[in-house]
Nanobody, 120 residues
Framework: QVQLVESGGGLVQPGGSLRLSCAAS????????MGWYRQAPGKERELVAT???????NYADSVKGRFTISRDNAKNTVYLQMNSLKPEDTAVYYC??????????????WGQGTQGTVSS
């Protein structure tokens, strides 16, 4: 059983910062890639940023230059540093991990989500 546990959401004023963390635990052979997605009220879930085990990153255009994704491979943990936040960044943020299980199966897992609210 693989679990993703997220933390770091909250309420911040426009222009402020939040740092999200997500730790993968359980019986894991390796983690291929991890990432963050978000879903705002009334909208579909969208990609925010991803990072591979080798450190290759990918960002949505809307967050480039403001958000930074990083990971600690030894801890199977991914981080999202969000700066210069805007009200339109308000959403539930979901952690995602593509995991190789010990039997060789590759499975995508999701966290439970953490709320990030940007408001004055």
């Amino acid at each position: 059983q693989v679990q993703l546990v997220e933390s770091g959401g909250g309420l911040v004023q426009p222009g402020g910062s939040l740092r999200l963390s997500c730790a993968a635990s359980g019986i894991i052979f390796s983690v291929v890639a991890m990432g963050w997605y978000r879903q705002a009220p009334g909208k579909e879930r969208e990609l925010v940023a991803t990072i591979t085990s080798g450190g290759t990153t990918n960002y949505a255009d809307s967050v480039k230059g403001r958000f930074t994704i990083s990971r600690d491979n030894a801890k199977n943990t991914v981080y999202l540093q969000m700066n210069s936040l805007k009200p339109e960044d308000t959403a539930v943020y979901y952690c995602n991990a593509r995991v190789v299980h010990v039997d060789g199966a590759v499975v995508t897992h999701w966290g439970q989500g953490t709320q990030g609210t940007v408001s004055s």
